[in-house]
């Protein structure tokens, strides 16, 4: 599928590692392919979604249920942290901080997540002090001291705008 035609985060193409368009384009031949040559299935775009997301993602059953055979037969995605798949959610970036899955989250930005200034938001919002605590840490050692300033002015004006609302 291409931008638009899947449901939940829209990937960009551009931006995200080959076992994820593969996933999101239905290929599975091209999956199998790199599954076969090794390639690491927890890299994943600047959103947190990995080839396991976008499988989930894809419009047609069957290709789906073929995509997901193929990556069971290589173990799904492996590191010490299962990621759930929250439909709820926008991005597993943000699942993961309502969810108070530390232990997802750094997974994920290991392996090329980014934090932005919703983020922050999501994490005040579920109320977990430590999840708000590493949240903010990991927006600063990652951003310039600008875009932090910026981020947390945004994070402000929301708390704003909803105490207010």
């Keep these: 599928c291409g931008p638009g035609d899947c449901p939940g985060e829209e990937v960009r193409f551009e931006a995200a590692p080959l076992t994820v368009v593969a996933a999101a384009r239905g290929n599975v031949a091209a999956l199998g392919t790199l599954v076969l040559c090794g390639v690491d299935l927890r890299l994943c775009t600047p959103r947190g979604v990995t080839a396991v997301h976008a499988a989930h993602q894809h419009p047609s059953a069957e290709i789906k249920g073929r995509l997901l055979s193929v990556l069971r037969t290589a173990g799904g995605v492996a590191g010490s942290c299962k990621r759930k798949i929250d439909k709820d959610s926008d991005t597993p ?7 108070g899955d530390v232990c997802a989250l750094r997974e994920m930005l290991l392996f090329g997540a980014r934090m932005e200034a919703a983020d922050i938001m999501s994490a005040v919002q579920s109320g977990d002090l430590e999840m708000l605590a ?9 951003t310039s001291h600008k875009e932090f300033r910026h981020m947390m002015r945004q994070t402000a004006s929301q708390i704003l705008d909803e105490t207010r609302g």
């Design 93 to 99: 970036v943000t699942a993961a901080i309502r969810r």
């Design 134 to 142: 590493f949240v903010q840490s990991q927006c600063k050692s990652a």
